[in-house]
């Protein structure tokens, strides 16, 4: 069973920084063999991908909304993911999730993930 820990929300001004992490623990097999997104989920709307990223970190995938502003990067042997995001604005307040599927290929659905960590607020004021 793989654990998921999220961490670096907060409440920040349109136009600042955060930088998001994800530790993994309990995994079975090496983490390079999951692959992880990152979700979000604001009140009132359905739970969507922000970005992906494969087992081994060499192919992701943004969300049109999140392409030239967030970057994700893993590091396997540390069993970390994080995502940092630049030039936030007020519609990226959300619930921030960490997700992985025991699988190195990432997917868009959020069902296609077996393991998800309780969150991390991001709220960015105007």
């Known amino acids: 069973q793989v654990q998921l820990e999220e961490s670096g929300g907060g409440l920040v001004q349109a136009g600042d920084s955060l930088t998001l992490s994800c530790a993994a623990s309990?995994?079975?097999?090496?983490?390079?063999?999951?692959?992880v997104g990152w979700f979000r989920q604001a009140p009132g709307s359905e739970r969507e991908f922000v970005v992906l990223?494969?087992?081994?970190?060499?192919?992701?995938f943004y969300q049109d909304s999140a392409t030239g502003r967030f970057l994700i990067s893993r590091d396997n042997a540390k069993n970390t993911v994080t995502l940092r995001m630049n030039r936030l604005k007020p519609e990226d307040t959300a619930v921030y999730y960490c997700?992985?599927?025991?699988?190195?290929?990432?997917?868009?659905?959020?069902?296609?993930?077996?393991?998800w960590g309780q969150g991390t607020q991001v709220t960015v004021s105007s």
């Open positions: 309990g995994h079975e097999r090496p983490f390079a063999g999951y692959a």
């Open positions: 997700a992985a599927r025991n699988v190195p290929s990432y997917s868009t659905r959020s069902t296609m993930y077996n393991f």
């Open positions: 990223i494969n087992g081994p970190g060499s192919t992701t």
